[in-house]
């Protein structure tokens, strides 16, 4: 495999990044040894395999994730990937905490950038996400009213989502309920929880 592309403002990036610049200055010749070319998206360097988003460089305060945007999709033989968070579908992330774990990982991040472009390229794409999970107050006001069914079945995944989240983040049934009183004119038009 030839090395990828390099890009100077990748560069500036790490030059000015101060606490995890020794780690992306380390992984960088890895990423791009391993034929990928680097960008700046999202404000963060970003590797990519013939214009397709691989992987990107995700400095935190306490870690430095090296993301890879169809991670769920990767075998992960050496236990280095873990979720995002609980929203995230599937993208996964290695976690690098010290220079040691720059070492560690440099040795099989390699095998899993193969794995990641041998996905792009066969175009594998994580299955759909599940619905959301209704607190009990919202099922029960969709069950008995159909045209709020029919209107909240209508609405993207996203605002089905946003939607149930926000009632169940209500720690108090009545509060949900109001909650659900309060949105129904919305769900009905068929607008999302921040749309006016």
Same mark, same amino acid.
Request: glycine share 8%; net charge positive; aromatic share 4%.
């Given at each position: 495999?030839?090395?990828?592309?390099? @890009?100077? /403002?990748?560069?500036?990036?790490? +030059?000015?990044?101060?606490?995890? &610049?020794p $780690?992306?200055?380390?992984?960088r010749?890895?990423?791009?040894?391993c034929?990928?070319? $680097?960008? #700046?998206?999202?404000?963060?360097?970003?590797?990519?395999?013939?214009?397709?988003?691989?992987?990107? %460089?995700?400095?935190?305060?306490? !870690?430095?994730? #090296?993301?890879?945007?169809?991670? =769920? %999709?990767?075998?992960?033989? @050496?236990?280095?990937? $873990?979720?995002?968070g609980?929203n995230?579908?599937?993208?996964m992330?290695m976690?690098? /905490?010290?220079?040691?774990? #720059?070492?560690?990982?440099a040795?099989?991040? *390699?095998?899993?950038?193969?794995? =990641? #472009?041998? +996905?792009?390229?066969a175009g594998?794409?994580?299955? *759909?996400?599940?619905?959301? $999970? %209704? *607190?009990?107050?919202?099922?029960?006001? !969709? @069950? =008995? @009213?159909?045209?709020?069914?029919?209107?909240?079945? +209508? !609405?993207?995944?996203?605002?089905?989502?946003?939607?149930?989240?926000?009632?169940?983040?209500a720690?108090?049934?009545?509060?949900?309920?109001?909650?659900?009183?309060?949105?129904?004119?919305?769900?009905?038009? &068929?607008? &999302?929880?921040?749309?006016?």
């Amino acid at each position: 495999m030839s090395d990828g592309r390099a @890009d100077p /403002a990748v560069e500036a990036f790490i +030059a000015r990044a101060g606490r995890w &610049g020794p $780690e992306m200055s380390a992984l960088r010749p890895v990423l791009l040894g391993c034929g990928l070319d $680097e960008a #700046v998206k999202w404000g963060k360097p970003c590797y990519v395999h013939r214009g397709r988003n691989i992987l990107i %460089l995700q400095p935190m305060r306490d !870690l430095l994730a #090296v993301m890879f945007f169809r991670g =769920a %999709l990767l075998d992960d033989p @050496d236990g280095v990937l $873990e979720d995002q968070g609980p929203n995230s579908r599937s993208a996964m992330r290695m976690r690098i /905490a010290s220079p040691d774990d #720059v070492a560690r990982l440099a040795e099989v991040v *390699p095998a899993y950038v193969r794995r =990641a #472009v041998a +996905a792009e390229d066969a175009g594998l794409v994580a299955g *759909p996400a599940p619905g959301p $999970e %209704l *607190p009990s107050e919202l099922r029960a006001r !969709l @069950d =008995a @009213d159909p045209a709020l069914a029919a209107a909240f079945a +209508a !609405l993207t995944p996203g605002r089905q989502r946003e939607y149930a989240l926000h009632v169940a983040g209500a720690k108090q049934a009545a509060t949900r309920e109001a909650r659900i009183d309060r949105l129904t004119a919305q769900i009905l038009a &068929g607008k &999302g929880l921040r749309e006016r």
